[in-house]
């Protein structure tokens, strides 16, 4: 586990990105068999880049086993963020939280 501080919610979401996207591209993972069925890579969070601001505001991005990424906010009662056309997870985490403000 890595832990950094930023001073700003741009330069915070910026590091998410940087740190997501990097975990994106390396990411590999295989089907996972259990006794309840297979998990595909899809299916499976490989990473959580997790961000943590003033007022309990929790938000991150999951990235999934298969290279692709979801962001959601709050913590024990995580919510997706719905990607609009065109944007990133990482575009949706900001349009979230710059919606919430403080952070």
């Known amino acids: 586990m890595t832990r950094d501080r930023r001073d700003t919610l741009t330069a915070a979401l910026a590091?998410?990105?940087?740190?997501g996207g990097r975990?994106?591209?390396e990411v590999e993972?295989?089907?996972l068999p259990?006794?309840?069925?297979?998990?595909e890579?899809?299916?499976q969070v490989y990473a959580r880049v997790?961000?943590?601001?003033?007022?309990?505001?929790?938000?991150g991005v999951d990235v999934r086993g298969d290279g692709s990424a979801e962001s959601y906010v709050g913590r024990l009662r995580r919510r997706l963020v719905e990607q609009r056309e065109g944007e990133s997870p990482y575009d949706a985490?900001?349009?979230?939280?710059?919606?919430?403000?403080p952070l």
């Open 34 to 39: 259990t006794k309840l069925g297979r998990f």
């Open 29 to 31: 993972i295989e089907p």
């Open 93 to 101: 985490l900001r349009r979230a939280l710059e919606a919430q403000r």
């Open 23 to 25: 975990l994106q591209d």
């Open 15 to 19: 590091r998410v990105a940087e740190r």
């Open 50 to 59: 997790e961000l943590a601001g003033p007022g309990r505001v929790r938000a």
């Open 41 to 43: 890579p899809a299916q």
